[in-house]
């Protein structure tokens, strides 16, 4: 089993950043797309952005230009820098993973039931 864990979640003003971290363990593969999600409860768990191991990046169109996306693979370890944060990014955010080659790091962004592993979320609070 893999046990991924997010960390850096919390409450800041609207303006302001947060950075999310996502440690993979229990595995030492170099995860072919790694991602994170938020969900606001009552509604659909949707993509935030996802890193491809071949170095492809995706965000969802609300988020450019304001989050970016890393990865640490010799740690297998994911961030997210959060900037420019608004009231509308006030969700629980998820990191996942995902083994599979045959498809773009895209595919998964939009369909978040095909990841693999998840970890139990990290709750972002943005005030207005």
């Known amino acids: 089993d893999v046990d991924m864990v997010e960390s850096g979640g919390g409450s800041v003003q609207s303006g302001g950043s947060l950075r999310l971290s996502c440690a993979a363990s229990g595995s030492t593969y170099d995860y072919v797309h790694m991602a994170w999600f938020r969900q606001v409860p009552g509604s659909e768990r949707e993509g935030v952005a996802v890193?491809?191991?071949?170095?492809?990046?995706a965000y969802l169109d609300s988020v450019k230009g304001r989050f970016t996306i890393s990865r640490d693979t010799a740690k297998n370890t994911l961030y997210l820098q959060m900037d420019r944060l608004t009231p509308e990014d006030t969700a629980m955010y998820y990191c996942?993973?995902?083994?599979?080659?045959?498809?773009?790091?895209?595919?998964?962004?939009?369909?978040?039931?095909?990841?693999?592993?998840w970890g139990k979320g990290t709750s972002v609070t943005v005030s207005s």
């Open positions: 996942a993973v995902n083994n599979n080659p045959g498809l773009r790091g895209l595919y998964y962004l939009k369909n978040p039931d095909q990841m693999d592993y």
């Open positions: 890193s491809d191991s071949d170095g492809r990046i």
